[in-house]
């Protein structure tokens, strides 16, 4: 109950997750504290088991990027933050995702140079594809809220918003999508593809700088210029995004669109991910909307939908597939009114797969032999009735799904 104090040991010292102390130095400063009449000799022995425990191998260095941003994750307004620190290292591993995708930004600026790539201009017949316009639209939202939020002093909501843009949009979607288009400067969509990841690995280091300002220095340092693109001498003297500057390529419609392609991936590799299939097999897929019109605009996204969930031919139906009529082998995921069939007869080793499957259908009936029992015994150690109920429909839609596995498997070794 007494006030947190440094000098009582009963805090993080910021100095130590910045730059790191060995247990044995924290234990030595709880020492200089009792000698200074901070603590007393039972509050430091109790203060070093504490210590012991939740660090065993001292408070490794984070720097003050991850510091910082971990600080701000938090709610600021509220009275009290329970700081976990656990979250330091995964600051520490956000800052490698910025760093590495700055780094494949560099790599390709680098292949331009050395082929003696122009990129002062691009070509008269280009146009922007839809990913391009998607990703635009995105960097267009996120400034939008990143303002606000800065506005409102909600730096929790903005590190979020900063997060899924950097991380979700651009480094899972669309580095996913251009990557093979970066490997050579003769293809013709290299251009267009620096240019736009440029536009937004810039534009978002500019954003996060308050926040992390010595990576993103560095980072803005190291990233070469575009043709004709203002650079300042410095980070901290760059302006910081305005919505004006990018409203322009907001399309709320193109979002939805995407979303509903993304759905479509997300369903094609759950599929995929069940089963141990041959390295590099591009699987056909059927897609089937229950929305009406919703066909003809998803066929604009055929290639995002190959790309992305590595797949083969994407034939899209305007009638709900027929189980009955489907090919031997064929997979199936409905989710959010969309069909997903994926063909995946040529690419499984049936006896593994077989193997596999029973023996995950064995664990699940484990599972739910002890679900059963943690409703009963001792009060402390019972679980709620409704997470048994949640645990339970869990368990049940992996048997279900199993048993679809499984069924497929079966008719593929008939064959």
């Known amino acids: 109950?007494?006030?947190?104090?440094?000098?009582?040991?009963?805090?993080?010292?910021?100095?130590?997750?910045?730059?790191?102390?060995?247990?044995?130095?924290?234990?030595?400063?709880?020492?200089?504290?009792?000698?200074?009449?901070?603590?007393?000799?039972?509050?430091?022995?109790?203060?070093?088991?504490?210590?012991?425990?939740?660090?065993?191998?001292?408070?490794?260095?984070?720097?003050?990027?991850?510091?910082?941003?971990?600080?701000?994750?938090?709610?600021?307004?509220?009275?009290?933050?329970?700081?976990?620190?656990?979250?330091?290292?995964?600051?520490?591993?956000?800052?490698?995702?910025?760093?590495?995708?700055?780094?494949?930004?560099?790599?390709?600026?680098?292949?331009?140079?050395?082929?003696?790539?122009?990129?002062?201009?691009?070509?008269?017949?280009?146009?922007?594809?839809?990913?391009?316009?998607?990703?635009?639209?995105?960097?267009?939202?996120?400034?939008?809220?990143?303002?606000?939020?800065?506005?409102?002093?909600n730096f929790d909501r903005l590190l979020k918003e900063l997060r899924s843009f950097l991380y979700g949009n651009v480094c899972d979607v669309y580095v996913e999508y251009i990557k093979n288009d970066l490997q050579d400067p003769n293809d013709p969509r290299f251009h267009s593809s620096l240019m736009f990841l440029h536009t937004c690995i810039m534009t978002s280091l500019k954003m996060i700088h308050p926040i992390m300002p010595y990576i993103t220095e560095e980072l803005y340092q190291r990233i070469p210029c575009m043709p004709k693109e203002r650079r300042q001498e410095s980070i901290m003297m760059d302006a910081f995004p305005q919505p004006t500057q990018w409203s322009g390529f907001v399309n709320p419609n193109l979002e939805t669109l995407m979303d509903r392609a993304l759905v479509i991936v997300s369903g094609i590799r759950s599929i995929k991910s069940n089963y141990s299939l041959q390295k590099g097999y591009a699987p056909p897929v059927l897609v089937h909307s229950e929305t009406q019109g919703e066909i003809e605009e998803l066929r604009g996204c055929s290639e995002i939908i190959s790309r992305l969930s590595k797949s083969g031919e994407i034939i899209f139906s305007d009638e709900k597939p027929n189980l009955a009529e489907l090919p031997v082998g064929s997979a199936i995921n409905s989710h959010e009114g969309l069909t997903i069939v994926v063909h995946l007869q040529d690419a499984l080793d049936l006896d593994k797969e077989m193997k596999k499957i029973k023996e995950r259908i064995e664990k699940n009936a484990r599972d739910v032999k002890k679900l059963e029992k943690a409703g009963k015994g001792k009060f402390q150690y019972r679980m709620k009735p409704e997470e048994i109920e949640s645990a339970r429909g869990k368990l049940a839609e992996e048997l279900e799904a199993l048993e679809r596995q499984l069924e497929v498997i079966k008719q593929l070794q008939q064959k």
């Open 1 to 153: 109950g007494r006030k947190m104090s440094k000098s009582l040991g009963n805090v993080i010292d910021p100095m130590h997750v910045i730059h790191g102390a060995s247990l044995e130095q924290l234990k030595q400063e709880l020492d200089v504290a009792v000698r200074n009449g901070y603590l007393t000799e039972e509050e430091m022995e109790r203060s070093k088991d504490e210590l012991s425990k939740k660090f065993p191998s001292g408070i490794p260095a984070s720097g003050v990027d991850c510091l910082r941003w971990t600080l701000l994750s938090y709610d600021v307004k509220s009275r009290q933050i329970n700081l976990d620190s656990d979250l330091f290292p995964r600051a520490g591993a956000w800052c490698n995702k910025i760093w590495q995708v700055s780094k494949f930004l560099v790599m390709a600026h680098e292949r331009a140079k050395e082929s003696g790539k122009d990129l002062s201009t691009l070509p008269k017949d280009f146009r922007p594809s839809i990913m391009d316009m998607w990703i635009l639209n995105q960097l267009a939202d996120t400034v939008q809220r990143v303002n606000e939020e800065f506005e409102e002093r």
